[in-house]
């Protein structure tokens, strides 16, 4: 992605597009291309001391300043109340995020590179400053970091117990302002001189539109002093390890070939394809010696829901089977009471097993898996008996009332339980509380019995296949009878809540059609896509609920509560392209004009991968047009389940492993 010099010179465009460097840890450094930071999450280096969670903001900015013949620019920004100080964005002739984010400032007929990029399973953030053109001045840049320590959804201010102390050898500096936390060491190619000072009242206007604090202190410990010579580049990486040296010119050789290689590894036909595939990478990373999936940058971790939705897009369509495994592994081991966990805590050891639809959604992910590794045997060993936990659960009882019922549906809902991906809750106000049978529970629960009589017939269990098949038969009959609401000629959203059938037109109806065949006939299937079209579908996904509603909000905004009211009440959610494509595709067919039909709903996530978090997709939109970007500026399943549709439904049929069994032929 790359941005020119008209637009890193205007500061409201330039603060708007912000730039993800992670580290497959948890980590990340993170930013706007204006140089300020605007979310309390943006750092220079940002550690998970227990990956991927257990976040903290140990150093949030370097401020620069650059002396060409005693004449003194800045490339540094920051928001103070009613400033903005310095100006460095105006100084910007451009932007790329390839290979990792880099500005080009020109000052006085020079031109200066700066580069910043993490590396791949360290907690390392490299800074890189490299003078281009003929060497006819004299060129000195002078950097301020600036340090914190405090946990990443935080805000630091001014206070007696920092240590302003610094250990100084030569090439590096330590620092460790709070003994609580890690120190933070700076290896550097220039010369460091200790001067303690705060930078007071920092402003995020992002966290203040979120009506959050937004003001915090930064410390700065000193100033470094680097001759900018042309073509050598000069350094400073900062990091959380306890290390003596450091090879920054071999660890960014070697980033730099590990990126090509990544990207050279499954080259797409389609641009956009490819533009997604790239923006996957950073969703998968280490929790202790298994991958798993963080759900959206900046502030959340790994979710199982976010998890087994993503898991086809990241990794299937991707080609990244072992990774895919090693997730499916993962949760595998922690399946309690015939549920999967939903998160796993930022602080605390015991994930957290609180929706009806996790699970469910990590029974059709082992398919998905299977159906494209052919991995039979490990998925029989290791995923085939968490199934089963499942299955039993669900019938049995769990967690939260969820149980089947006596027609073969799923039931489930306790007061002030928020149990579906509809989950907003503020207090003991849940906003959609969607109690007793959801639409899109008995699609996956439809779709989880048929994948349990498959593998159970195929690990000789035949008695337990013939009981998913009846539980199954007798769940579909039940669908189609309860179901259809027939004055509206669409789904139900919940039937047998507490206040009866809900009739609101939402889009979790399309997941009926997407992820089985015979819940519904072709001309309901139909039906069903053409309001789901007129009422929910936006350039950007699809609206969580019909603007003729009255709890329509057109705009997420406003402080939490203000929030949380729009987050499922008219908010669109991306993701909803995946099976809303998905569910298209098998209703019209697979003919080259339903495909180019498909494609188009597309057009404006593709248009966003260069707003907002470049290159990348975010968590939500305004339901409104503009549909301004909310939420996680990055998400995965806002990514995946986009790319899943483009390579599934739009671009090839799958061939590899099994046969699959939710294509419509």
């Given amino acids: 992605m790359k941005v020119k010099k008209a637009d890193c010179q205007n500061l409201d465009r330039a603060l708007s597009l912000e730039w993800l460097e992670t580290n497959g840890r948890g980590g990340f450094a993170s930013g706007t291309i204006a140089g300020a930071n605007t979310r309390r999450y943006h750092a ?19 401020e620069e300043w650059l002396s060409i013949d005693g004449d003194r620019f800045s490339f540094s920004t920051n928001l103070y109340p009613g400033a903005v100080h310095p100006n460095g964005y105006a100084h910007c002739t451009s932007f790329s995020s390839m290979p990792w984010p880099t500005w080009t400032f020109a000052c006085k007929g020079q031109e200066v590179q700066r580069e910043i990029l993490c590396i791949q399973g360290r907690d390392v953030v490299i800074v890189r400053w490299t003078l281009t053109g003929a060497e006819n001045a004299h060129v000195v840049l002078r950097v301020r970091p600036m340090l914190t320590g405090r946990d990443y959804h935080a805000l630091h201010h001014e206070n007696g117990n920092l240590s302003t102390e610094a250990m100084i050898s030569q090439g590096y500096v330590t620092w460790w302002p709070y003994h609580s936390l890690p120190t933070v060491r700076a290896f550097h190619s220039g010369a460091y001189y200790h001067e303690p000072d705060w930078y007071r009242h920092v402003q995020f206007p992002l966290e203040q539109q979120r009506g959050l604090d937004f003001k915090e202190d930064w410390w700065s410990p000193g100033e470094f002093t680097f001759e900018l010579k042309p073509g050598k580049a000069q350094t400073l990486a900062l990091t959380s390890e306890v290390i003596e040296s450091l090879d920054v010119t071999g660890l960014t050789s070697r980033e730099r070939a590990r990126r090509t290689r990544v990207r050279k590894a499954a080259p797409a036909t389609d641009q956009v394809a490819e533009a997604f595939r790239q923006a996957t990478e950073v969703f998968l990373v280490r929790r202790d010696a ?5 759900a959206g940058y900046p502030w959340f971790t790994d979710w199982g829901r976010d998890t087994f939705i993503s898991l086809p897009g990241l990794c299937l369509v991707t080609g990244r089977y072992e990774i895919a495994w090693q997730i499916i592994e993962a949760f595998s081991t922690h399946v309690s009471e015939g549920m999967a966990p939903n998160r796993f805590p930022d602080v605390g050891e015991e994930p957290e097993y609180n929706t009806i639809d996790a699970s469910l959604w990590f029974v059709h992910a082992i398919d998905r898996y299977l159906t494209y590794s052919g991995d039979a045997t490990r998925v029989r060993s290791i995923a085939w008996p968490a199934i089963k936990q499942i299955l039993d659960g669900y019938r049995q009882g ?32 849940v906003v959609t509380p969607r109690h007793g049978k959801p639409v899109e529970v008995q699609a996956l629960w439809l779709r989880a019995l048929d994948v349990g009589a498959r593998l159970a017939a195929q690990c000789g269990e035949l008695s337990y296949a013939a009981r998913c098949r009846e539980d199954r038969a007798r769940g579909v009959e ?16 919940t039937i047998n809540g507490p206040e009866g059938d809900d009739a609101s037109i939402r889009p979790n ?3 009926a059609i997407a992820l089985c065949d015979d819940l519904l006939t072709r001309e309901q299937a139909t039906q069903v896509l053409h309001i789901v079209k007129d009422h929910l579908l936006t350039p950007v996904g699809l609206r969580t609920l019909s603007p003729q509603d009255v709890r329509y909000r057109p705009r997420y905004e406003g402080g939490p509560m203000e929030r949380d009211r729009a987050y499922h009440q008219g908010t669109v959610w991306p993701f909803l392209l995946g099976p809303f494509i998905t569910s298209w595709v098998k209703t019209f067919g697979c003919t080259s004009e339903t495909r180019t039909e498909g494609r188009s709903f597309l057009n404006g996530i593709e248009a966003q991968l260069q707003e907002a978090c470049l290159g990348q997709v975010s968590e939500i939109f305004d339901g409104d047009p503009p549909h301004h970007p ?19 439904d739009l671009e090839m049929p799958i061939t590899a492993g099994a046969a699959d069994p939710t294509r419509r032929t």
């Fill in 290 to 294: 298994k991958q798993t999936v963080i």
């Fill in 509 to 511: 109806q399309v997941f």
């Fill in 398 to 429: 769990t967690r939260y009332a969820i149980h089947m019922d006596g027609d073969g549906l799923i039931a489930g809902g306790t007061p002030g339980a928020q149990l579906t991906w509809m989950d907003a809750k503020n207090g003991d106000w």
């Fill in 44 to 62: 220079l280096l940002l550690t998970a001391r227990r990956p991927p969670s257990d976040r903290y903001v140990l150093a949030n900015h370097v």
């Fill in 630 to 648: 909310r939420g996680c500026p990055a998400q995965a399943w806002s990514v995946a389940e986009p790319l899943r549709a483009l390579v599934e």
């Fill in 478 to 493: 039940s669908f189609r009878e309860k179901f259809w609401y027939k004055d509206g000629r669409y789904l139900y959203d």
